[in-house]
């Protein structure tokens, strides 16, 4: 494999991605994004990447490459029942592009998917699981994540926000749980997906929780953060699925991380699945010490 082709190279992910990539091999590296000015800001920043301004959703795109990461996606739960067609239009529409590219070129690919696709139970959620499937009907695999801390949109990045901003931040339910994943843990883990996968996977990998209510408490006490209580969000789930306890009866836990389908060598999953809900919890100390290092 020596050509990769990175979609969302200016977002959270692709940006730690593409650095994870250059540290760590020797690839002609490919990134592609919409917005212009993100991509002359990533160019600034030193990279041996060629960047590309391309529309994920254009039938005519097409880029030489060997493997494929796709990580373009619109995100945002509350956007998603705003704009449902958009979504549709690009994390579906823009994956079937992204799926057929990669069969033109022989190339694997591997979808950068979310914990909401499991059990999906909002618009965004929704799309992510339809992207699964679509890549893997095109013979590539998916991987599952959580929330990564500090990436774009995610709570902890809300509420950092907030402390810096100076304003009070909403905490819509306390008893809610989420997986939190550091970047340079995630952006390894999906590297070792790519260089693993064989094709018709879901990757996941195991990551501790945190309840929602412990995290704004170690704002509070670390930063002095102001917390408003608020109603819960329309979408939002009480706690996430990695595997539910359907696709647990074909996932095997291969003691780094569970994998659905392909031959895998491992033990059967949690038959109740892996929810942040049971998942092994992080303390206050442990979300104050990352709180800390903002």
Known sequence: MQKLLITGITGSFGRAFLKHVESNTTWDIVGIARNESKLEELAAAGTRARLLPRDI????LDIDCDAIVH??????????????????RINIGGTVNIARLAKSKQARLLFISSDKACQAHNIYGATKRVGEGIVIAAGGSAVRGGNVWMSSGSVSQKFAAAVLGGYSAVLYDAEATRFNAGMPFWVNFVLTCLLQMNGGEIWAPKLRAYQMGDLADAFRSVHGLQIMHGNRQQGDKRAEYLVSPIEARWTKDIGTAYIQGGDWVGTAAPAEGVSSKTARRMSILDLQELVRQL
């Open 57 to 60: 959703t254009d039938p005519y």
């Open 71 to 88: 990580a373009a996606a619109l995100k945002r739960v509350d956007s998603s029942y705003e704009n449902p067609e958009e979504y549709a």
